[in-house]
T-cell receptor
Framework: SQTIHQWPATLVQPVGSPLSLECTVE??????LYWYRQAAGRGLQLLFY??????ISSEVPQNLSASRPQDRQFILSSKKLLLSDSGFYLC???????????FGEGSRLTVL | RKEVEQDPGPFNVPEGATVAFNCTYS??????FFWYRQDCRKEPKLLMS???SGNEDGRFTAQLNRASQYISLLIRDSKLSDSATYLC???????????FGTGTRLLVSP
């Protein structure tokens, strides 16, 4: 069966510090991968998606970046965090166009 | 107008009650519709897809009204464990980029 893991689960970072969130999927090949952010009281916002290794599409301009160095690995990064980057970050994968997304457990980021 | 709109609630209902949520969407070309459930501080999980003919899964019934551009979720015989936030999700054609609503919070009390 397929599984998805992301880490770390919780982190508190000062403004201006770097960020790296990692996500891996097991049990499937060539998944579509996604990074979402959920701010308090707001819906899930798609940040990045990837249909293959090295292929990254960005949905919103921001100081975040994503990379897909391997088929089942997706990384979210920032060189300098802003206060507004605080939120709940969710990695997800899907296989086809059915639309069913499978989410990781989430990473809760607080920027102080 | 938001692409996907939901009443944030909370809907407070007693156990055993029937409760219904609606969700409206603005893109008439939308092709796929889902309800996800999200527990507090957890990741969303698919509850059910919504088909044109409507579909039922146990106590849960989902309906799609393309003419009025809304989908609904009906929960019968509410359980305490149904307490959660229910996210309406709408997708377009081509690459599946889904739009999530902000969610409707349901609280089921004893």
């Amino acid at each position: 069966s397929q599984t998805i893991h992301q880490w770390p689960a919780t982190l508190v970072q000062p403004v201006g510090s770097p960020l790296s969130l990692e996500c891996t999927v097991e049990g499937t090949s060539n998944p579509n991968l996604y990074w979402y952010r959920q701010a308090a009281g707001r819906g899930l916002q798609l940040l990045f998606y990837s249909v293959g290794i090295g292929q990254i599409s960005s949905e919103v301009p921001q100081n975040l970046s994503a990379s897909r160095p391997q088929d089942r690995q997706f990384i979210l990064s920032s060189k300098k965090l802003l206060l507004s980057d605080s939120g709940f970050y969710l990695c997800a994968w899907s296989l086809d166009l059915t639309g069913e997304l499978f989410f990781g457990e989430g990473s809760r980021l607080t920027v102080l | 107008r938001k692409e996907v709109e939901q009443d944030p609630g909370p809907f407070n209902v007693p156990e055993g009650a029937t409760v219904a949520f609606n969700c409206t969407y603005s893109n008439s070309a939308s092709q796929s519709f889902f309800w996800y459930r999200q527990d507090c501080r957890k990741e969303p999980k698919l509850l059910m897809s919504v088909y044109s003919s409507g579909n039922e899964d146990g106590r849960f019934t989902a309906q799609l009204n393309r003419a009025s551009q809304y989908i609904s979720l009906l929960i019968r015989d509410s359980k305490l464990s149904d307490s959660a936030t229910y996210l309406c999700v709408v997708g377009g054609t081509g690459f599946q980029k889904l739009v999530f609503g902000t969610g409707t919070r349901l609280l089921v009390s004893p």
